[in-house]
C-alpha cells in the first residue's frame, strides 16, 4: 500500500480514497499552491482561482450555492494527484479513472453525489468558459475553442497563494453552510 501524506496530517492511500479521507483545509491549501496551464502562463495563477472564479461565475448566472459549490470544487481531485494539462489528461485512461473515483469521494464528502446530468454539464461549461478567458489573459498561443460569454469577470490578477488558500476555505465554509 502507497500512502500520501497531506499538509494538515492526514494519511491514506489515494487509490483506496473515501469520503472519510477528504478535508476542504486540505483541499484550499493544495490548490492554492499549484498552478494553472502546467506553469506555462504570464504569473502564478493558482488551480483554487480558478476555481473560485468559477463559483464566481455560477453566481453571477444566479445558480443555486449548491451549483456555486459544485463549480468551487470542480478540480478537487488535483489536491490530491495534482494537475495535468487538458492536452495530455485525455490520453491517460488510468489518470481519468483515478481521478473520477477520488471525485467520486470528494462529491459525497460534501453532498453532491447526486448531481444531475444537465448540473455537470454546467459546471463544465463554467469550467470551459473561465479556461478560454484565463487563455486570452494569461497564455500565448491560440486555442481552439469557442469564445463564451460570462456574466461575471474572472479575477486573474497575480496574488498571494495564502490569501487564495482562505478565500476559497471561505467561499467553500459560506456554501456548505459552516
Not at 39 to 65: D, W
Not at 80 to 99: A, F, G, M, T, W
Not at 106 to 123: A, D, G, M, S, Y
Amino acid at each position: 500500500m502507497s500512502v500520501m501524506n497531506t499538509f494538515y496530517g492526514r494519511t491514506f492511500d489515494p487509490m483506496e480514497m473515501t469520503e472519510e479521507n477528504v478535508a476542504l483545509e486540505d483541499i484550499a491549501r493544495a490548490l492554492s499552491l499549484l498552478c494553472r496551464g502546467g506553469g506555462h502562463i504570464r504569473h502564478f495563477y493558482s488551480v483554487a482561482q480558478h476555481s473560485i472564479n468559477c463559483a464566481k461565475e455560477a453566481k453571477a448566472r444566479e445558480l443555486p450555492e449548491r451549483m456555486q459549490l459544485a463549480c468551487l470544487l470542480h478540480d478537487a481531485s488535483e489536491a490530491y494527484i495534482s494537475d495535468i494539462i487538458r492536452p495530455v489528461k485525455e490520453h491517460l485512461n488510468n489518470y481519468l479513472e483515478i481521478e473520477a473515483k477520488i471525485m467520486s469521494a470528494v462529491w459525497k464528502h460534501f453532498h453532491l453525489e447526486n448531481l444531475t446530468e444537465e448540473e455537470q454539464r454546467i459546471w463544465k461549461e463554467i469550467d470551459d468558459a473561465v479556461l478560454v478567458y484565463e487563455f486570452h489573459h494569461l497564455m500565448t498561443g491560440s486555442l481552439e475553442m469557442e469564445v463564451q460569454e460570462l456574466c461575471s469577470e474572472p479575477d486573474v490578477s497575480e496574488r498571494n497563494w495564502r490569501e487564495i488558500e482562505t478565500e476559497f476555505q471561505q467561499w467553500a465554509e459560506r456554501l456548505i453552510g459552516r
